[in-house]
């Protein structure tokens, strides 16, 4: 299994949607924001609105990852992204990465397409093992990541340095069996 097809995940509050060149300049506007510069980590190139117009064209392309939108279901409005990459076929295990522009946010839908793509990751695709990275001073992303069953498994102490300040990693994980089980108790 891979992640060559690409789904549309429909929640209550949000829908996640394979990307189109067209949302870059959403995303851009969403990449910019403070608080997404301040919790995502530092991207490996240089970000101009040409390389994100064609990064988001060629997203549906790629088996060996997952990228979607997220969009508030209300409206239609997109709000941010969720990706599953790393792909690691031997272990059947990814790593997790998502962020929400200002009018995703304390509403909920982080949570929720958090929870379909992951819930994707192991019904569909098979997988065992989901893994992501937060910075430890980000409490609305662990509790979202918490609320989906991730679990810490353990802290890079003052991994990052972010505006002058010494910022620790926390690593966390859910797995396949983990999520099933919480799932049928929901």
């Not at 409490?139 to 979202?144: C, L, S």
């Not at 353990?154 to 990693?169: H, I, K, N, Q």
Request: charge should be neutral; include cysteine.
């Amino acid at each position: 299994m891979d992640f060559s097809v690409k789904p549309v995940l429909t929640g209550d509050k949000t829908v996640l949607r394979p990307f189109t060149a067209a949302d870059a300049d959403t995303m851009w506007e969403i990449v910019n924001d403070p608080e997404v510069v301040r919790f995502t980590f530092e991207p490996t190139s240089e970000l101009t609105l040409d390389r994100l117009r064609s990064w988001y064209g060629v997203r549906t392309a790629d088996p060996d990852r997952l990228d979607l939108a997220v969009t508030d279901r209300a409206t239609g409005e997109l709000v941010g992204e969720v990706v599953l990459y790393e792909w690691d076929p031997a272990a059947r295990s990814c790593t997790f990465r998502t962020l929400l522009g200002p009018r995703g946010r304390d509403r909920g839908l982080g949570s929720e397409a958090t929870r379909l793509i992951v819930g994707h990751a192991f019904g569909q695709v098979g997988l065992h093992r989901v893994q992501l990275e937060v910075y430890a001073d980000n409490p609305r992303a662990r509790r979202a990541y918490e609320k989906a069953g991730f679990v810490v498994e353990g802290v890079r102490r003052e991994a990052a340095l972010r505006g002058g300040t010494r910022v620790d990693e926390v690593l966390m994980a859910v797995l396949g069996h983990e999520w099933r089980a919480r799932e049928r108790r929901r």
